[in-house]
T-cell receptor, first 113, second 110 residues
Framework: DAGVIQSPRHEVTEMGQEVTLRCKPI?????LFWYRQTMMRGLELLIY????????DSGMPEDRFSAKMPNASFSTLKIQPSEPRDSAVYFC???????????FGPGTRLTVT | RKEVEQDPGPFNVPEGATVAFNCTYS??????FFWYRQDCRKEPKLLMS???SGNEDGRFTAQLNRASQYISLLIRDSKLSDSATYLC???????????FGSGTQLTVLP
């Protein structure tokens, strides 16, 4: 069975450019999470969707970040404009509901120069 | 104070050793507890849930002390393949979010 799929796996971009990260959750899971991981701050929850509806976006760092989930099988995290401090690994995770079990994708390693 | 605190390590132990990791959490209303494992440059993966009565999965034993808000993970007869970062994770809040500790790095040496 396919796990959580993320693309791209690596992204290098220049400051000021728009970055779009993509996620396909595991079929049948109704919860989706976006995380960011850095050495300094560890793993941080950015936003949580349940049944395609954003439930909690309090972790989104600022207005430059936005996330959408147009349907049950696809979500995007967009950064516009990107800044060097956004460099991190961004993980998408999905779960059957409630956050008890989360299955992480392989992550997107973002470097903003 | 961080919501979930762990000793970052690193813990360097010889193969076959027993090693224990500790974790404390600040929200007394937290509902569920887990240990995740993250290999270098990989995604976190659920290792095991933690139950009040304590639970065991092969060489791994997890304990929860709600009164002290303390969680532990014991690894017996450690293997080289156990080398990873172990993340203490707490589920709480109306949004049922997972809060991750910063992780404890374990290296098992031959």
């Amino acid at each position: 069975d396919a796990g959580v799929i993320q693309s791209p796996r690596h992204e290098v971009t220049e400051m000021g450019q728009e970055v779009t990260l993509r996620c396909k959750p595991i079929s049948g899971h109704n919860s989706l999470f976006w995380y960011r991981q850095t050495m300094m701050r560890g793993l941080e929850l950015l936003i949580y969707f349940n049944n395609n509806v954003p439930i909690d976006d309090s972790g989104m760092p600022e207005d430059r970040f936005s996330a959408k989930m147009p349907n049950a099988s696809f979500s995007t995290l967009k950064i516009q404009p990107s800044e060097p401090r956004d460099s991190a690994v961004y993980f998408c995770a999905s779960g059957p509901g409630g956050g008890r079990e989360q299955y992480f994708g392989p992550g997107t390693r973002l470097t903003v120069t | 104070r961080k919501e979930v605190e762990q000793d970052p390590g690193p813990f360097n132990v010889p193969e076959g050793a027993t090693v224990a990791f500790n974790c404390t959490y600040s929200n007394s209303a937290s509902q569920s507890f887990f240990w995740y494992r993250q290999d270098c440059r990989k995604e976190p993966k659920l290792l095991m849930s933690v139950y009040s009565s304590g639970n065991e999965d092969g060489r791994f034993t997890a304990q929860l002390n709600r009164a002290s808000q303390y969680i532990s993970l014991l690894i017996r007869d450690s293997k080289l393949s156990d080398s990873a970062t172990y993340l203490c994770v707490v589920l709480s809040g109306s949004a049922r979010q997972l809060t991750f500790g910063s992780g404890t790095q374990l290296t098992v040496l031959p």
